[in-house]
């Protein structure tokens, strides 16, 4: 690509250099966005184990993913008045700091159900740690907005895909070991954070509870929320049914395919996104990534009997995964004349009902009727949310003007 196409696509040989040209804060809040990332596919390798062990069925056993994300949603709510009234920094290291705690008791706990609250505790100090995290990254950080989301969305991949691996590993010795390895990651973070980070502006005013709520209001920004509400009916089903799906691999063997799934969600995140949208459009490339999205998933639910057909499409999956992520992240961003924080804690209140929903529900599916229809309910859902962003795109002409505007073009 010549200087000037560069320029064009919003891609200029310092921005792309600034991308890892960033201060030791910028590194420390990346660090730990990937140990708290790690946390949410950590559990993933052991969820059969944990079922065996502890005698509780699917759908029980994925209550561990619906009480970590349904807190998160409703905490969503109050991260704003938090933040604003700690600070950035001390919202980011109140939050590790619970995740520290709830994670040590999960591993702990002698029941099912005591896990299942100990996540919603640990899904608490998630919230604080993630509504904040890419704020902070923005303020801090050099090269913008786009290249903050891309820097997220990298710690976002790696720490999704190193999480099954460890937890793999782990959970090979002890379905215990994974909670205690967040435990001790989380600390060597919250450490982290509380020395490197510095220099992040305090809030110009404090915010109230109905700030994300009336946020809503703006259609763009409600329109991307219920997008990613049905779009995570897909994500989560993947993430959290699959284990099931794949009985004859062990903990160590599950963590290698989701580390694999999660590899290509980072590289796709980081370096194929920007040139996608650069050259076909954000919301055109949004629309293909959902259309792939449900066929993946579809898939997956003809051939769910199929092991090697199920462990390459998920691995596939993460790349498409990866690229959505990108372009809805920073869209978001960008959605609503709110503040970031704000529009952010919005977006993720009405996502991460979604996210609560789906794993409980992926469960029931595959107890009451088939591993295969899990699958067919998480490609309805990707579906479902092509449509409302297709019906609601006239409200999003505002971030993305023209068909070959780029993820850096958005901000500069």
């Known amino acids: 690509m010549n200087s000037s196409a560069e320029a064009s696509a919003g891609h200029s040989p310092s ?13 420390a809040v990346a660090f730990a966005c990937v140990i708290a990332f790690m946390g949410l596919g950590l559990v993933d390798p052991i969820l059969p184990l944990i079922g065996r062990q502890l005698h509780a069925s699917p759908s029980q056993v994925e209550l561990l993913f619906t009480s970590y994300n349904a807190v998160m949603a ?20 109140t939050g590790l700091a619970i995740i520290v705690i709830f994670s040590f008791l999960a591993g702990h706990a002698g029941s099912i159900g005591q896990i299942v609250g100990f996540r919603a505790g640990w899904g608490l100090g998630n ?7 890419l704020a902070a990254i ?30 793999g590993t782990l959970g090979s010795i002890s379905w215990r070991g994974p909670f205690y390895g ?10 982290a954070v509380a020395v490197l980070l510095r220099g992040v502006p305090k809030p110009e005013h404090r ?7 009336r946020a809503l209001r703006h259609r763009s920004l409600l329109t991307m929320g219920v997008m990613a509400l049905l779009y995570n009916f897909g994500f989560f089903t993947i993430l ?10 062990s903990a160590h063997g599950l963590g290698f395919v989701f580390f694999g799934w999660g590899v290509l969600l980072a590289v796709a995140s980081v370096f194929v996104a920007p040139r996608l949208q650069s050259r076909f459009g954000t919301l055109t490339t949004t629309y293909a990534m959902l259309v792939l999205i449900a066929l993946d998933l579809a898939t997956i639910g003809v051939f769910a009997n199929d092991q090697s057909v199920v462990i390459v499409a998920v691995i596939i999956c993460g790349a498409f995964l990866g690229i959505n992520n990108t372009l809805v992240t920073t869209g978001v961003m960008n959605a609503a004349p709110v503040e970031r924080p704000t529009a952010s804690a919005a977006y993720s ?11 409980w529900l992926a469960g029931k599916l595959g107890t009451l009727f088939s591993p295969h229809v899990p699958y067919y309910v998480g490609a309805l859902g990707v579906s479902l949310g092509l449509v409302v962003l297709i019906l609601g795109r006239n409200s999003l002409r505002h971030i993305y003007c023209r068909a070959d505007v780029s993820p850096v073009a958005l901000v500069y």
Do not use: C
């Open 207 to 213: 915010t109230s509870v109905a700030d994300p709520i």
């Open 127 to 133: 919230a604080f740690f993630i509504a904040t995290a």
């Open 349 to 359: 209140f009405v996502r991460f009902i979604g996210s609560a929903i789906a794993p």
């Open 182 to 191: 967040v435990t001790a990651l989380m600390a060597i973070a919250f450490i």
């Open 240 to 249: 959290a049914y699959t284990p099931y799906v794949l009985p004859h691999l």
């Open 138 to 167: 923005v303020a801090v950080g050099r090269g913008g907005t786009a290249q903050a989301v891309i820097l997220y969305e990298a710690a976002l991949g790696l720490g999704i895909s190193v999480g099954p691996l460890l937890g």
């Open 74 to 93: 409703v905490a969503m709510l109050i991260t704003g008045v938090v933040s604003t009234r700690l600070g950035s920094k001390g919202t980011l290291l």
């Open 15 to 27: 921005q792309r250099s600034g991308f890892f040209n960033q201060p030791m804060a910028v590194w």
